[in-house]
Structures are given as C-alpha cells and as structure tokens.
C-alpha cells in the first residue's frame, strides 16, 4: 500500500515556528501585510473534497456499487508503472489545489462548525485537511487515462502544527491550498496552507501544514 506521510506544520504572519504540537507562532509587524493566493485554478468546494476522493477510490455509499468498484479496481493494476522510468514528470503546479470553506456566506454550512462557544471546531479543520492532502497526492499521481486511481494512499503521520492566530472567526470564508513538495519511491511531502480574511479585509496565513 502506497503511503503518503503527512506531516503538519504552520506558518506564522511572516515565518515559521520552531517546536511540536499546537501552538502559536510568534507574529513580526514588520512583515503583517497581505498575502496573495495563488490563482492558477478556482477553488473547489469543501464538500466536494471527499466526493472526488469517492470517485478516485471508487468508494460508494452504497454497498452493491461498492463491492462492484472494488472488483473494477483490480483491473487497475496494469496501470502501475514497473519502474521509476516509466513515471511522466510532474511539476508541483500539477497538484496544486484551492479549497473553499465558506463558513461566512453559507450560514448552514457554518452550523456545522461550530462549537458550543460559537468558536470554529478544529477537530472539522484538520480533517478536512487531511482529506486535502489526500486528495493533492491523488492529483499528482493522477492518471489521465483511468478514471479511478491503481494506487491506496493514506494519511501515516501527523508530525507538525503550528499556528499563527489565538482562534479563527466563524464569520468569515477561509481558504486551503495544497501541493505536492516532494515525493520518493513509497511516500510523499505535502504543503497546505490555510488563509482568513480578517476583519481589515487583509488576506492572512492562519496555518501551512507540511504533509
């Protein structure tokens, strides 16, 4: 099984912050300012993260597709490459991702994210993070010739986070992006990043995840 070793750390208004676990990172003035996302690709709902994941496994929620799924993966097999040379070059470009969460304009969807002390739930955040980075490795890995993916990629280690802001508003859209930085023969590097407006209207990072 192909593993993609996610680690998760996060950056701070201007520079990263050395240490483990959650904490928050150390903010520079002289380097607060607006932060420009990458544009190359519009952003995708949150939502349908994990229903892209579904067709690229070829998961169902129903258990007759989904036993027929799994048989149809089987013939995938001959897709995988047999050697190194035979994989076609990627850029990180290719895996890049954009992640809408809109927590601001879409009131229903915000419910679901929120906590009892109508704070944004974190536990929501970090797994749609993950699903990200999944997803970002099938991407890089995608096969233009299949429609679901050979390969089985998970989630094997959760090494780094760090944040750069006390709590985040459950009142304004937040961003994620994702790519893939480095990749060896049985497991690869994801970047994700994660971006709120504040209430400047200033575009900050509120946490990078190292996958």
Not at 87 to 104: A, W
Not at 119 to 131: M, Y
Not at 138 to 162: E, F, G, Q
Not at 194 to 200: D, E, K, L, P
């Amino acid at each position: 099984m192909r593993r993609a070793a996610l680690r998760l750390c996060a950056l701070g208004k201007g520079q990263l912050t050395p240490g483990r676990g959650l904490t928050q990172g150390p903010q520079n003035p002289k380097k607060q300012g607006i932060f420009h996302i990458h544009e190359a690709c519009s952003p995708i709902h949150v939502n349908h993260v994990r229903d892209k994941l579904r067709e690229i496994v070829g998961a169902s929620t129903n258990w007759r597709d989904h036993v027929k799924a799994m048989e149809e993966r089987k013939l995938l097999h001959s897709f995988l490459a047999k050697s190194q040379d035979e994989l076609p070059p990627r850029r990180m470009k290719d895996s890049y991702i954009e992640v809408l969460l809109p927590l601001g304009s879409e009131p229903e969807l915000r419910e679901k994210y929120l906590t009892v002390q109508n704070t944004v739930r974190f536990g929501r955040i970090l797994e749609d993070l993950d699903s990200l980075g999944v997803l970002t490795c099938y991407m890089h890995n995608k096969i233009h010739s299949a429609k679901m993916s050979p390969l089985s990629i998970v989630t094997a280690l959760v090494d780094k986070i760090d944040m750069c802001k006390k709590s985040l508003s459950p009142e304004q859209d937040i961003k994620f992006s994702g790519h893939v930085s480095w990749v060896g023969k049985t497991s690869m590097e994801v970047k994700m990043q994660m971006f709120q407006v504040n209430m400047r209207l200033k575009i900050v990072h509120c946490l990078h995840k190292t996958s």
